[in-house]
């Protein structure tokens, strides 16, 4: 007896080819159904493709599998096959099968994975586009009444210079811009965050479960850039693309993926991004950018030595996840007050990486085991249940009043 079977090819994790092609067996009812493993994939039936937008690979009939139990079973269950018409089908299922060995999936060469986009190809984009609607409701400053505006105007930052005001409005603009699936560069930066910091080349699907692998929550990232638009992405993709800081994003990447030390990289680095919103809103940052007549890149440094600051206090004071809140709440209060010092840090942090030595505020890999000791101190204070219901659930929604307490909700 002949049967045809539709095989598929199934992904079995994420990204994580192998070279190699071997088998696993299953045994149902006594009888083996083995399902070969190709580079990583397996074949087995009736499953439905789930590339989500990558090229699908094409079902393959075969009559038979090798040692196929239910095949052997028919045989002995069913009208006794003549000895030679068994042989002729045993033979021609053995070569099919040997055909099938010998076969590869072309994932690599016919997948055409999305070529990666660099930081300025993205912001030429924005540049170019319209966000006519997205300016008007953006507020690029705070606003302050009374003794407060008499303060500030008299004892405060300097003013951002008038022709920078139009590239400042630009960040806010995008600040505001939401994913759009069917715009090309939004889907390459997704595409390049994901591949610069797993290590891989080929495309990942839109929707997944792999987007919690480089610290989104969900299967979707577009649903954790509250707050920050896509400038939350614009900025990690500054981070991984620029071969000096790449380093650094992928120590921190290391480090969120610690067993006890873990946290959600993408989801922090987007608190990061709103933490430089915030200062530059308050116009801590006109004074340098005054300096080097250019807002997008005082700003981009200010995202990373931000980051970098939080690096530091989560490796070397040895912080968890319970620690996030206040974490980045001391992170928030240091920017704001110290931000010619974060963006100091960050020169001197690079130019000792370039020479090869180890930056001060960094220091070997963490213990594995090794408690927080904020917890124990909090603990020890009476604070110690509060700290652990602290649950890193996402960033906060930043009200049109501009609120100066940053939260999670």
Not at 39 to 54: E, K, P, Q, Y
Not at 171 to 192: E, K, Y
Not at 206 to 221: A, C, K, L, S, V
Not at 315 to 322: E, F, G, R, S
């Amino acid at each position: 007896m002949e049967e045809d079977t539709d095989v598929t090819f199934h992904l079995e994790g994420q990204n994580s080819l192998s070279p190699e092609c071997k088998s696993s067996e299953e045994t149902t009812n006594g009888l083996s159904n083995q399902k070969p493993i190709m580079n990583g994939l397996i074949i087995s039936h009736n499953v439905r493709d789930n590339t989500n937008g990558c090229s699908p690979l094409a079902s393959l009939p075969i009559s038979a599998l090798k040692q196929n139990g239910l095949l052997q079973s028919l045989a002995g269950g069913g009208d006794p096959a003549k000895p030679a018409e068994e042989n002729e089908e045993l033979e021609k299922a053995r070569e099919e099968w040997e055909a099938l060995e010998n076969s590869q999936p072309a994932l690599t060469e016919d997948s055409n994975p999305t070529p990666l986009i660099s930081f300025n190809e993205a912001l030429q984009y924005f540049q170019t586009t319209d966000l006519g609607d997205l300016l008007k409701n953006i507020q690029p400053t705070i606003r302050r009444t009374g003794l407060a505006a008499i303060t500030h105007f008299f004892f405060g930052p300097p003013r951002l210079h008038r022709e920078l005001t139009e590239e400042r409005d630009l960040v806010f603009a995008i600040a505001q811009c939401h994913v759009d699936n069917s715009q090309t560069v939004h889907m390459r930066v997704l595409q390049t965050i994901y591949k610069r910091l797993v290590g891989c080349r080929l495309d990942c699907p839109r929707y997944g479960t792999h987007w919690e692998n480089i610290g989104f929550q969900g299967i979707d990232p577009a649903t954790d850039l509250r707050g920050t638009g896509f400038l939350g992405l614009m900025h990690t993709l500054y981070f991984v693309m620029d071969p000096e800081t790449l380093p650094l994003a992928r120590d921190i990447y290391k480090l969120s993926q610690h067993t006890t030390q873990n946290f959600p990289f993408s989801v922090m680095s987007i608190n990061m991004t709103r933490i430089a919103l915030q200062v530059l809103r308050e116009e801590a940052l006109s004074k340098e950018c005054n300096r080097r007549q250019q807002v997008v890149g005082v700003l981009n440094e200010f995202y990373v030595a931000t980051y970098l600051h939080l690096y530091q206090l989560w490796k070397t004071q040895q912080k968890t996840i319970a620690d996030s809140g206040f974490v980045i709440k001391e992170v928030e209060l240091f920017a704001k007050k110290n931000p010619k010092q974060m963006l100091r840090r960050l020169e001197v942090f690079l130019k000792e990486r370039r020479a090869g030595g180890v930056p001060r505020g960094t220091s070997p890999e963490p213990p594995a085991q090794q408690p927080s000791p904020s917890l124990e101190e909090r603990a020890a204070s009476g604070h110690g249940s509060k700290a652990k219901e602290m649950n890193f659930t996402g960033v906060c929604e930043l009200p049109s009043d501009m609120e100066r307490d940053a939260r999670l909700i």
